[in-house]
Nanobody, 118 residues
Framework: QVQLVESGGGLVQAGGSLRLSCAASISISTINRMGWFRQAPGKQRELVARITSGGSTNYADSVKGRFTISRDNAKNMVYLQMNSLKPEDTAVYYC????????????WGQGTLVTVSS
């Protein structure tokens, strides 16, 4: 059973920074896409950032220029560096694994809470 374990969430003041980490129980070097999603109270889960096996990244417009996703394949880790945090970034952040072949595999972590105070 593939597992993803997030860490690094917490309470931070607006303008501050946090780094989220996601540890995978399998090698992620060939996994097509690793990503971070978030879900705020009363809202749908949304994509925050994603990185492909080739290193290509994409970000939600709301976090561009403030958040950076990275992956360390040797350690089977994915990170989300969050700078200039805003109260609207408050949410539970989930790590996601999405792979296509030989069959589609989608795995979610348990989530880590990020709270940004104004």
């Amino acid at each position: 059973q593939v597992q993803l374990v997030e860490s690094g969430g917490g309470l931070v003041q607006a303008g501050g920074s946090l780094r989220l980490s996601c540890a995978a129980s399998i090698s992620i070097s060939t996994i097509n896409r690793m990503g971070w999603f978030r879900q705020a109270p009363g809202k749908q889960r949304e994509l925050v950032a994603r990185i492909t096996s080739g290193g290509s990244t994409n970000y939600a417009d709301s976090v561009k220029g403030r958040f950076t996703i990275s992956r360390d394949n040797a350690k089977n880790m994915v990170y989300l560096q969050m700078n200039s945090l805003k109260p609207e970034d408050t949410a539970v952040y989930y790590c996601n694994l999405d792979h296509d072949y030989p069959k589609n595999l989608v795995v979610w972590g348990q989530g880590t809470l990020v709270t940004v105070s104004s």
